[in-house]
């Protein structure tokens, strides 16, 4: 087996560490502020969308993204469409990467100067992704395991202190606030497109669909779990207030005698998320730009999508204000664009021209 092959598992595991980095800022913030106590229910009703695309993508990008749309549209077109998919992807992972060092700064070292952790958490992705894909896909696996444990952990004992007050009833009248609450959750898991650029590398497998289909539900579960336990806790009017409700949820709990203090540990874990998202739109944009100009190698566009990303986040993101709106506006409504309505359009070419 060649060095940049992987399997499906260990992509769908990189992916799932990934999406858990944006995850604690979208929700359950946006979604409290939209739903109120049925927040928690966002994410189930946006399941059937994502079931829907996790099928549209096991058939449709076989070969990745970058190689269908090259095989649908045309050499033109299809590095048009690449050219699009690098620029946005750039965009996210500068915003994500000024986004980790705030959360640096405002949460462990408040003295510390913000361009060192910026620079240290690319410089990592960098050294991840200019390694055979393989390599990145077996720390995915690690990081995975790690941070399972701790969410599973810190879900456990928050769990102890739910008001049920806090997530119930949901009435009839509210079923519109929940639709608009579905929105952010659409555009967190439309991140998950960038893993659908690495499908070239995955080995066929039998089943392969519905191991996938298991993965979205999931994943869904997960994040429903954690929505339900944040809310539980503070309530949707102090949720929508905080910057990060996990994190502050992870504040209250701990063993009296034993241990206490729990968010040191799981703020340590949660770098091991960061890096995966990081390291995996990297790795997505450096695949895009080799088919989009005709590189020999992959790793030869890491280092100047590693260097673009750098400077887009000091230059783009120079503040928290400028940033909070990237993230919950263009973030947000770019991901539901380019997560589901872009692999519908090309899906619905490649059926006309008869591909299908």
């Known amino acids: 087996m060649p060095d940049d092959r992987i399997s499906l598992r260990q992509l769908l595991t990189l992916t799932f560490a990934a999406l858990l980095s944006p995850a604690i800022q979208v929700l359950p913030g946006l979604t409290a502020r939209r739903a109120g106590v049925g927040g928690w229910l966002a994410t189930l009703v946006a399941l059937p969308l994502l079931l829907g695309l996790c099928w549209l993508l096991c058939r449709l990008f076989r070969d990745g993204l970058p190689g269908t749309a090259l095989e649908v549209l045309g050499p033109v077109l299809g590095r048009g469409l690449c050219l699009l998919y690098l620029l946005w992807g750039l965009w996210l992972l500068a915003a994500n990467a000024r986004q980790v060092a705030l959360r640096f700064l405002t949460i462990s ?10 620079l240290t958490l690319l410089g990592v992705a960098f050294w991840l992704v ?14 995975f395991l790690a941070l399972a444990a701790g969410l599973a952990l810190s879900l456990v004992l928050g769990a102890f202190q739910i008001d049920s007050v806090n997530l119930l009833p949901v009435w009839v009248e509210d ?8 929105l952010p959750v659409l555009g967190l898991l439309g991140y998950g497109i960038f893993a659908a650029c690495l499908g070239g590398h995955v080995v066929p497998e039998e089943g392969g669909r519905g191991k996938v289909l298991r993965w979205a539900v999931g994943l869904c579960l997960t994040l429903t779990a954690l929505q339900v336990v944040c809310l539980g806790n503070f309530g949707p009017d102090l949720t929508q207030r905080m910057d990060i409700p996990f994190f502050m949820m992870v504040k209250g709990i701990g063993f009296e005698g034993t241990f206490q ?3 040191s540990v799981i703020i340590a874990l949660w770098v091991l998320a960061d890096l995966a998202l990081l390291s995996l739109l990297a790795c997505a944009c450096s695949q895009l730009a080799q088919s989009t100009f005709a590189c020999k190698e992959r790793r030869t566009a890491v280092l100047p999508v590693i260097l673009a990303a750098a400077a887009g986040a000091i230059w ?15 973030a947000l409504w770019g991901g539901i664009l380019m997560g589901f309505g872009v692999p519908l359009l090309l899906a619905a070419v490649k059926w006309c021209r008869g591909k299908g």
């Open 175 to 182: 079923l519109p606030g929940l639709g608009a609450a579905t």
């Open 316 to 330: 783009l993101f120079p503040d928290a204000f400028s940033l909070d709106w990237a993230l919950e506006g263009p």
């Open 109 to 118: 070292y408040r003295n510390a100067p913000m361009l060192l952790f910026l």
């Open 130 to 143: 200019r390694k055979p894909v393989r390599a990145l896909a077996r720390a995915g696996e690690v990081f």
């Open 261 to 263: 203090r729990m968010e």
